[in-house]
């Protein structure tokens, strides 16, 4: 299923999904109503190849938590995803069973390229 998870409040998500066209295609999921699920952040995991390309290093939680110097591993990352919708690197969109993460420029322009096709 195309589906893109955001946070409603965040300025940056609103943007790239006014921007996208097309939405009507997705399921639109606030990951902070709507936390995500093992079976959903497993998907996202098999389509990345890795739990870390879906973590924000730059979320508040990770420097108060000092998670830095925890050295995480895949299984660290996965817990602390699950824990707390600020970890996702966000938006997450799955679209033709292809997975963009991020808010770059170069992904938001990947996304709009693969939704024109």
Excluded: W
């Excluded at 300025?11 to 997705?26: A, M, N, V």
């Excluded at 924000?56 to 895949?74: F, G, I, M, T």
């Excluded at 707390?84 to 770059?104: C, E, M, Q, W």
């Amino acid at each position: 299923m195309n589906t893109i998870f955001y946070l409603k409040t965040c300025d940056t998500c609103k943007r790239i999904l006014s921007e996208l066209p097309g939405l009507e295609r997705f399921e639109l999921i606030d990951i902070k109503s709507q936390p995500i699920t093992a079976d959903q952040l497993d998907q996202m995991y098999q389509l990345s190849g890795s739990y870390e390309k879906l973590f924000s290093k730059r979320a508040q939680l990770y420097k108060e938590l000092n998670l830095k110097e925890a050295n995480l591993d895949e299984a660290g990352f996965r817990k602390y995803l699950l824990e707390h919708y600020t970890f996702l690197a966000r938006p997450v969109i799955i679209f033709d069973h292809k997975i963009y993460i991020g808010n770059s420029a170069k992904n938001v322009e990947a996304v709009k390229a693969a939704l024109a096709i």
